[in-house]
């Protein structure tokens, strides 16, 4: 294999057809609202066990698959690759599980992002299907992960979706039809609004429905968990080193500031953080930011009176409150989100005001951590697989529902790789157009999008 160019060489300003060069870029979202290197101050990183030591790249490298992105798409990929016998190296720009994977609300869902009638409205019905079986088994493997490596990330079972609004409470009885009888699904049924009040010790919601296939975890535990597996498996994994240009060819180099990576694949995890680095990506997902707070401790009492079953909870509103216990009886809420580029000055109180709509009896639980967070969203809200050359894949776009999909990615991708592309294949199918307006407009038409939909979430 080829060894890299050395970092000091120019660019060469001709290049055969076959090759495609991305000229050193800046991403202002991997540096803008966080220290370099640093996990944010949340609960999670303040309770965060089993830290993988990984070093920062340096000087030249060379494997079969070079992952860029360590949250769970990337750690999974090079845990299944690793498994499977390849090289593999992953490139963080700052540190494992440092983005989303580390910072989110920790809900593992049931099937896609978009719900099932709602997709089989969309594609076809033989797609539809394939798309909620490749979502079952992307959380069975969350679960078998867990397991088979010792994960300790207080994986509980139970999530709850909330209506806000009593008129759906229909729709909420007519889907669990749906996945119980087309599907299959028995793991989900329907809460009356009594239930659901004894359920969420919240007057803010009518019925909804209790999925026990479903449940939630210590996300950036979780994600530390999957990176020790995958060191344990032969795959090498690099923090600190953040990507700045890419010379595509057969093989690929990757280049940071103090190495280069010469590889047969490249695969793109980066979610929300894509930035410039590949333009075909980012025109399909839009980074956006979301919030999330913890309190005090507050007893098993306390904890038991605003769930009742521990479960997490999610409501229905477009703008969604997400919100669920932790393993020491702190509410974890997650409320609010922005489209610029900055995290508010005081996302401690940004939240803290979407937590009192539902538990104003929490105005004096003191709020100890507070923390954001940049994911990438769809127009579809579903995911965006994509094969953008004969050597290189990306998964991304997972709207909110990535620590089940995108885990389920990272597997598909080392598949795919393989040579066994079915289950990538049913996820490329899924539409998900680019965003309109291109880099300068889509922020504020998406901006101008959500306040409508805030709007009629009050309506």
């Known amino acids: 294999m080829a060894r890299c160019k ?4 120019p660019l060469p300003k001709s290049l055969d057809r076959n090759r495609q060069v991305n000229a050193d870029y800046t991403n202002p979202l991997l540096h803008l609202n966080d220290q370099d290197g640093t996990y944010p101050p949340s609960w999670y990183a303040a309770t965060a066990v089993g830290m993988p030591q990984a070093q920062t790249l340096k000087g030249d490298h060379q494997c079969d698959v070079a992952v860029v992105g360590g949250g769970f798409t990337g750690l999974s990929a090079a845990l299944h690759l690793a498994e499977r016998g390849y090289s593999v190296v992953l490139l963080d720009a700052h540190r494992i599980g440092w983005g989303a994977s580390g910072r989110n609300g920790g809900q593992v869902g049931t099937g896609q992002r978009v719900a099932q009638d709602e997709l089989e409205q969309a594609v076809d019905s033989a797609l539809a299907r394939d798309a909620w079986q490749v979502a079952q ?3 069975a493997l969350v679960k078998d992960l867990i397991a088979r490596h010792d994960i300790p990330c207080d994986y509980r079972s139970g999530s709850i979706h909330a209506n806000h609004r009593q008129r759906f409470d229909h729709h909420s009885q007519n889907y669990v039809a749906l996945l119980n009888e087309k599907y299959g699904y028995d793991e989900i049924r329907y809460v009356p609004p009594e239930e659901m009040r004894s359920l969420v010790g919240s007057n803010d919601y009518s019925a909804g429905t209790l999925d026990t296939g479903a449940g939630h975890l210590h996300p950036l535990n979780y994600a530390l968990g999957i990176a020790r597996a995958a060191i344990g ?3 090498r994994l690099y923090e600190h080193s953040e990507v700045t240009r890419v010379e595509e060819g057969t093989p690929a180099r990757l280049y940071t500031s103090k190495g280069c990576v010469s590889s047969r694949y490249i695969l793109y995890a980066c979610n929300g953080y894509i930035g410039p680095l590949e333009k075909s990506i980012s025109r399909h997902v839009m980074p956006i930011n979301n919030y ?3 309190t ?3 007893g098993d009492d306390i904890a038991r009176k605003l769930i009742a079953n521990g479960a997490c909870v999610a409501d229905s509103r477009f703008v969604v409150n997400y919100f669920r216990c932790s393993a020491d009886n702190r509410m974890l809420f997650g409320g609010g989100e922005s489209y610029g580029y900055r995290f508010p000055r005081d996302i401690k109180s940004f ?6 709509r ?5 105005k004096e639980a003191e709020v100890e951590y507070g923390w954001g967070g940049t994911l990438a969203i769809t127009m579809s809200r579903l995911p965006f697989f994509q094969r953008h050359s004969g050597n290189i894949y990306s998964a991304s776009g997972y709207s909110g ?5 995108a885990t389920g990615a990272g597997a598909m991708l080392a598949e795919a790789i393989d040579g066994v592309a079915s289950r990538f294949d049913v996820m490329n199918r899924l539409p998900t157009p680019g965003f309109p307006g291109g880099s300068m407009l889509r922020s504020p038409l998406l901006a101008l999008a959500m306040t409508w939909y805030a709007l009629r979430d009050r309506l």
Not at 6 to 9: P, V
Not at 351 to 356: D, N, Q, S
Not at 358 to 362: S, V
Request: positive net charge.
């Open 351 to 356: 939240v803290r005001k979407y937590m009192l």
């Open 233 to 235: 498996a032969g795959a």
């Open 401 to 405: 529902s990535g620590v089940a999909l």
């Open 296 to 298: 005090e401790p507050l």
């Open 292 to 294: 999330i707070i913890a």
């Open 6 to 9: 050395s970092l000091k060489q």
């Open 137 to 139: 088994e992307a959380k």
């Open 358 to 362: 539902i538990y104003p009896d929490l």
